[in-house]
C-alpha cells in the first residue's frame, strides 16, 4: 500500500525476516503525516540512530494501535550534513527521542522545538555512540580512568 | 566504656565526656534519604520492617542539612557527582559516608561507562566501604556497625 | 496592591518524592504550576554502548541493572531478542519459569509503586506494608536463583537454575497469604477517603494524548486503551494462560487520572496472582537451558522485540554484523516516554500534585536514562 502511494519509497526486504520502507530524508516529513492521517499509525514507539561509518541511518518503528501492526521506516544521512527534519510536530513523542539522537550520535533535526542534550551534561565533548568516539581523559577535574 | 557502680547508691555512672558525646552521637546516626540505583532499593528494604535499622538509631533524612550519614546508594555519573558532591558540602560536620555497592566503590560493572564516576572517593572521603552488588540488606547493617565503632574510638574533644 | 511573581524552582536531583534522581526545573505562581521541564540523564550509565563492547552474553547482567525494579522482565525481553535473532528456542520448561518469575517481578515493583506512591502522598505505613510483602517475593527469588535485587536468572536460551523441589509449595503459600493482603491494602489505604481525593481528576492523560506521546504498559492501560503486549503480541507462554487486562475506567473521576493508573497496578498484582498459579499448575518436567553456543553469532540482521514489563512495553532493538558483539542496542524503555509527558500535562497543577502525578507515572531513573 505504501509502495503505491509513494513511489520514491523503497522496499527492503532481507531474507533473515522483518523488512523495512527506505525513505529519502527530506521526504521523511511528508511520508509519516500520510502514515498518521491516511493509515492510522497513531504511535511512533521508537526512533534511534545508528552509525554505520560511512554514513548514518534513522530508524522509525510505527506501530497502529487501532489495527496493532508495526511498520519501520529507515532514512540514509550523509555524513557531512548530518541535518534531517524532525517529525516531533507530527508524534509529541518524538521530541524527547530525537534529542537523545542528536546528544549520543550528533544528528541535528531541523524545526525540533528545542533540541538540547538530554542525557550528557551540556558541557560534554562528542557524541559518545559514534563508532568513531575516544572517551575523553577527565570531566570537570574527575579522572575518567578508575 | 561505661563502669557501673553497683555499691554506690543510684547506680552512679562514670565515663569521659568524649566517650559519651561518641555514644549519643553514634546512637542517633541519621542518614539521608539519598539513593541514584539499584542500592537504592536494598537501603529501602534496609530501612524496612525485617533489616529495621531503627534499632540502631539509624532514620532516613530527607534533607542533607538534618543528616550525619550520606549512603552512596548506587551508580553516580559525572553529572551527578558534581550535585553529590554539592549535598555532602551541605551537611554539617561531623558527616560520613558509606559507599554502597559496587559503583560507588569503584565504578564495578560500569568500568566499561563513558558517563560513569569510577568511585565516589574521587569526589569526597569515604569512611566505610560495602563491597556487594547491591550488597545484602545484612552486609549494609555491617557496614553501619563498622561505622558505629569507628565513631565510638574518635577523640574529637582533644584533638 | 497585591503583585504575584513568578517563581523559578530546582526540584531534585536530590527530592524526597522524585523516584531516584530525577530533576525538575518548575515556574511556580504560588502554589500552581505555570512550566514543567525535566531535566534527565544524571543516571545515564551508557548502556547501549556497553553493549558493543561486551558482546551478547556479557550484557546480561546489565540488563538487571536497566531497570532494577522489575529486573526479571528486563532480563526476557533481553534473551528474546538475542534468541529471536540467532534461532535459538528455550524449552518449554525454562518458558514457564521466566514467565513465574516474571510474574512475581511484576508483583514486587507494583508492591514498591503502591507503597512508595503512598509515601509521596503522605501516608508512610501502607509503604512498610509493601515492603514486608515485597520481602517475602525476595525470599522466592533467592530459592530460584541466590539474588535478591539483579537476578541474572533468564539466560539466553533458557533459564539459569531449576526451580527448587519445595518452590511449588513456597509459592503457593505466598500466593495465598498474599491475595487478601490486597484487599487489606485496599482497606488501608486505596478506599481512604483522603487517599482517593488527592488522586482523582489530577494528572488527567486522555486516551490521545497517552498514544501520541507513546505511553506503554499500565499509564496506557489507565488512559482506557486496551493494550497489552502479552496478550496483543502475544510471546513465550502467554497464549496458554488465562487472564484480564485491568482498564481505566474512571472509578473516581475522570479516565486516566492518577487514581486510574494507580489501581491498575492493584488490579494487575491480582492478575499476576493468577498466571502464577496456573503457571505453576501447567509447568512440564525438562530441560531448562537449550543448547547455545560458547559464543553467539547471529547472522546479519536486525530485530526489535517487545516485552511487556512492569513498567509496560520494553523493546530491545538489535542490529547484528555476524560478530559476537551487536553492532547497536537500542533499549526503548516505558519510563522515557512517561517522562516526556509531564511537560505536556503538569501546568495548571499544584506542585503536590506534581509529585501524585510523577508516581502514578511510576518512572524509575535509570529506565529514563539508561
Not at chain 1, 558541557?123 to 568516539?133: M, N
Not at chain 3, 487517599?195 to 489507565?222: F, M, T
Request: some cysteine; hydrophobic content about 40%.
Amino acid at each position: 500500500m505504501i509502495k503505491e502511494k509513494f513511489t520514491f519509497a523503497e522496499e527492503v526486504k532481507p531474507q533473515a525476516g522483518g523488512g523495512w520502507y527506505l525513505v529519502p530524508a527530506d521526504k521523511i516529513v511528508e511520508v509519516c503525516k500520510t502514515l498518521r492521517d491516511d493509515y492510522k499509525f497513531d504511535c511512533l514507539s521508537c526512533l534511534t540512530g545508528i552509525d554505520l561509518v560511512d554514513y548514518f541511518e534513522v530508524v522509525y518503528h510505527l506501530f497502529s494501535y487501532s489495527e496493532k501492526k508495526p511498520l519501520v521506516l529507515k532514512v540514509k544521512l550523509e555524513k557531512q550534513s548530518s541535518t534531517m527534519p524532525s517529525v516531533s510536530a507530527i508524534w509529541p513523542s518524538a521530541n524527547w527521542m530525537e534529542r537523545e539522537v542528536f546528544d549520543l550520535l550528533g544528528i541535528k533535526f531541523e524545526n525540533h522545538p528545542d533540541l538540547r542534550r538530554i542525557m550528557l551534561p551540556e558541557d560534554w565533548a562528542g557524541h559518545p555512540l559514534q563508532k568513531s568516539y575516544k572517551e575523553p581523559e577527565e570531566y570537570c577535574g574527575m579522572s575518567t580512568k578508575r | 566504656m561505661l563502669t557501673l557502680y553497683k555499691q554506690l547508691p543510684n547506680f552512679i555512672l562514670t565515663t569521659k565526656l568524649d566517650e559519651l558525646l561518641n555514644w549519643c552521637r553514634k546512637s542517633s546516626v541519621w542518614y539521608m534519604l539519598f539513593a541514584t540505583a539499584c542500592c537504592g532499593i536494598e537501603l529501602m528494604q534496609t530501612g524496612g520492617p525485617r533489616c529495621d535499622w531503627d534499632r540502631f538509631g539509624a532514620v532516613p533524612r530527607s534533607t542533607p542539612r538534618q543528616s550525619d550519614l550520606m549512603i552512596i546508594a548506587g551508580t553516580i555519573s559525572y553529572k551527578m557527582a558534581v550535585c553529590t558532591r554539592r549535598l555532602y558540602d551541605q551537611m554539617p560536620d561531623p558527616k560520613y559516608v558509606i559507599a554502597m555497592g559496587s559503583c560507588a566503590n569503584c565504578g564495578g560493572l560500569f568500568k566499561h561507562s563513558y558517563s560513569v564516576l569510577k568511585g565516589i572517593d574521587k569526589v569526597m572521603p569515604v569512611d566505610i566501604y560495602v563491597p556487594g552488588c547491591p550488597p545484602r540488606p545484612e552486609a549494609l547493617t555491617d557496614g553501619l556497625l563498622k561505622l558505629q565503632e569507628k565513631m565510638q574510638k574518635e577523640k574529637f574533644l582533644r584533638s | 496592591m497585591i503583585r504575584t511573581e513568578e517563581m523559578t524552582i530546582s526540584m531534585g536531583p536530590q527530592h524526597p518524592a522524585t523516584h531516584g534522581v530525577l530533576r525538575f526545573i518548575v515556574k511556580t505562581d504560588g502554589e500552581v504550576l505555570h512550566e514543567v521541564k525535566p531535566d534527565v540523564g544524571y543516571l545515564h550509565r551508557s548502556m547501549e554502548k556497553i553493549a558493543e563492547k561486551v558482546g551478547y552474553i556479557s550484557f546480561q547482567p546489565y540488563t538487571d541493572r536497566i531497570d532494577y525494579v522489575c529486573a526479571m522482565t528486563c532480563n526476557h525481553a533481553y534473551a528474546m531478542a538475542v534468541e529471536k535473532a540467532a534461532g535459538i528456542s528455550a524449552p518449554e520448561r525454562a518458558e514457564y519459569l521466566r514467565v513465574i518469575a516474571s510474574e512475581l517481578n511484576r508483583i514486587s515493583s507494583h508492591l514498591i509503586m503502591a507503597g512508595v506512591m503512598a509515601m509521596d502522598i503522605g501516608a508512610f505505613t501502607p509503604f512498610i506494608h509493601a515492603i514486608r510483602e515485597r520481602e517475602t517475593v525476595n525470599d522466592l527469588f533467592e530459592m530460584l536463583c541466590g539474588a535478591r535485587l539483579t537476578y541474572n536468572y533468564v539466560r539466553i536460551g533458557g533459564v539459569s537454575f531449576d526451580a527448587p523441589a519445595n518452590f511449588k509449595e513456597k509459592c503457593v503459600e505466598f500466593l495465598n497469604h498474599f491475595e487478601p493482603i490486597i484487599d487489606e491494602f485496599n482497606r488501608l489505604i486505596s478506599f481512604n477517603k483522603i487517599y482517593v481525593e488527592r488522586l482523582a481528576n489530577v494528572g488527567v492523560v486522555s486516551r490521545e494524548d497517552a498514544i501520541a506521546y507513546n505511553l506503554v504498559g499500565p499509564n496506557l492501560r489507565g488512559s482506557g486503551v486496551r493494550f497489552d503486549v502479552r496478550k496483543d503480541i502475544p510471546y513465550s507462554i502467554y497464549p496458554k494462560i488465562d487472564f484480564n487486562v485491568p482498564v481505566g475506567i474512571g472509578e473516581a473521576g475522570k479516565v486516566g487520572d492518577c487514581y486510574d493508573r494507580y489501581m491498575i497496578r492493584i488490579r494487575e498484582m491480582k492478575e499476576s496472582c493468577k498466571i502464577v498459579r496456573q503457571a505453576l499448575e501447567q509447568m512440564p518436567e525438562g530441560e531448562i537451558m537449550a543448547k547455545v553456543p560458547r559464543k553467539i553469532k547471529p547472522p546479519v540482521t536486525e530485530v526489535y522485540s517487545r516485552c511487556e514489563s512492569a513498567r509496560g512495553d520494553m523493546g530491545f532493538y538489535l542490529v547484528s554484523d555476524g560478530t559476537d558483539k551487536p553492532y547497536r542496542l537500542k533499549i526503548r524503555t516505558g519510563s522515557f516516554s512517561a517522562m516526556s509527558i509531564v511537560e505536556k500535562i503538569a501546568p495548571g497543577l499544584m506542585i503536590a500534585d506534581l509529585v501524585a502525578f510523577i508516581s502514578s507515572l511510576d518512572v524509575v531513573a535509570p529506565e529514563v536514562d539508561r
